[in-house]
């Protein structure tokens, strides 16, 4: 049977200072029209996804979280994508042209002043977002054939509306959060609160307008992550595993699990083959549904 061919290309900033602040920038181009589908598992990154000449239609609610990308009659389009309580399905069904800025936790904020729930988050995030004096980057992104051509254009973009300070207390947050997760640490909204000295309703107001979810939802999305990655580099009883990043037992695991990703642990590793890949969390199939290439961090 026919298989479509999504080439992928992953490129790092080369600039330190952007470094601290975008993780990679993913290129993304299928050139026939045959389906492609592929699932990514939540993270607490944030996407600026851009598109040329695609239509999106993302769902998005309790019980479904899927985009499919059609072509389209727009030029450009682009969209935030992060944050994700489940599952986010995605089906392309003809060709694709996209570019995307995977930002590292919080570091969006650096890039504007709007909080994230002023951002319009279908159709023209791009142009919201930045509002480049050239009026004519997105053509002149798009045009350029070569993906590390590309990726300059877009960090000297970003380097130019670069303002640190406006992170400065979140960064401080995310950093008792970096010391405590080399050594599977625990730390509870309380006390991160007592680590930066302010209150809970503060806490809730910076990470809401910095990283667009509550405390509580990111340190939940940071423990899956962080299981995950054990489970599927290091094999261990599941028990061993939920007690390991302090769920109640594993019974608690499993069910957190399956919010996530739609499946127990031991069907998501019987489903899936592991591999080292910079693409975080991220299952591909074919028209079949075979499932192949799961990649975490």
Do not use: W
Request: with cysteine; proline share 5%.
């Amino acid at each position: 049977m026919e298989k479509s061919l999504l080439k992928t290309t992953i490129l790092k900033p080369q600039n330190p200072v952007l470094k601290q602040y975008v993780e990679y920038f993913l290129f993304l181009r299928k050139k026939d029209e045959l389906p492609v589908q592929y699932t990514t598992f939540p993270n607490n990154n944030l996407c600026l996804a851009i598109y040329r000449h695609n239509q999106v239609n993302h769902q998005r609610h309790e019980k479904l979280n899927h985009c499919v990308i059609r072509a389209g009659r727009e030029e450009f389009t682009s969209r935030i994508y992060g944050f994700h309580h489940m599952p986010f399905r995605v089906d392309i069904q003809q060709e694709l042209d996209q570019i995307c800025v995977i930002f590292h936790p919080a570091a969006l904020k650096a890039f504007t002043q709007l909080n994230f729930d002023e951002i319009d988050h279908a159709g023209q995030v791009f142009e919201q977002l930045f509002q480049p004096k050239e009026p004519y980057f997105l053509e002149q992104l798009f045009g350029e054939t070569d993906p590390a051509r590309q990726a300059r254009r877009l960090e000297a973009l970003l380097l130019h509306q670069l303002e640190e300070h406006r992170i400065l207390k979140i960064s401080e947050a995310l950093y008792h959060l970096s010391l405590a997760q080399p050594h599977r640490q625990n730390i509870s909204v309380e006390m991160l609160c007592q680590k930066l000295g302010v209150s809970d309703t503060t806490l809730f107001r910076l990470f809401k307008t910095g990283l667009g979810q509550n405390p509580q939802k990111y340190l939940k999305t940071i423990r899956f992550r962080q299981a995950l990655h054990d489970l599927t580099t290091a094999p261990n009883p599941l028990t061993t595993v939920a007690l390991r990043h302090h769920y109640y037992d594993q019974a608690h695991f499993i069910r957190d699990f399956k919010t996530f990703t739609g499946y127990s642990p031991k069907k998501l590793l019987n489903m899936v083959s592991v591999q080292h890949n910079p693409l975080p969390g991220f299952t591909r199939k074919s028209k079949v549904n075979d499932f192949y290439n799961f990649f975490c961090r």
